[in-house]
């Protein structure tokens, strides 16, 4: 059985930074994508980052491109997301999910695997 964990969301202040962590478990593949999405209030589900397993390439989405990054520990089944210079516009229920098709552009929720319950950021002004 396929689980996805995500930890490390809560509240935190404007221009502050908090580390999200997803542990993996239960899941094979020679090739995938992993990473985030989120969903804020009144808006779709975004996609907002992935790390390739193969070549461990990386992809933004622009509204994050230089406060975020993505990064994986392998030893651990985890993937990282450091978040710096928050805003409140990042406010949203933040969601890890694993694809084996899906990458960049495509990144999009009905391509993904699997998915986590999600962890909530809340960013004060």
């Known amino acids: 059985q396929v689980q996805l964990v995500e930890s490390g969301g809560g509240p935190v202040q404007s221009g502050g930074s908090l580390r999200l962590s997803c542990a993996v478990s239960g899941f094979n593949a020679d090739y995938y994508a992993i990473g985030w999405f989120r969903k804020a209030p009144g808006k779709e589900r975004e996609g907002i980052s992935c790390?390739?397993?193969?070549?461990?390439?990386?992809y933004y989405v622009n509204s994050v491109k230089g406060r975020f990054t993505i990064s994986r520990d392998n030893a651990k089944n985890t993937v990282y997301l450091q978040m710096m210079r928050l805003k409140p516009e990042d406010t949203a229920v933040y969601y890890c999910?694993?694809?084996?098709?899906?990458?960049?552009?495509?990144?999009?929720?009905?391509?993904?695997?699997?998915w986590g319950k999600g962890t909530l950021v809340t960013v004060s002004s």
């Open positions: 999910a694993i694809s084996v098709m899906a990458w960049g552009q495509s990144w999009v929720p009905a391509r993904m695997d699997y």
């Open positions: 790390i390739s397993s193969s070549d461990g390439s990386t």
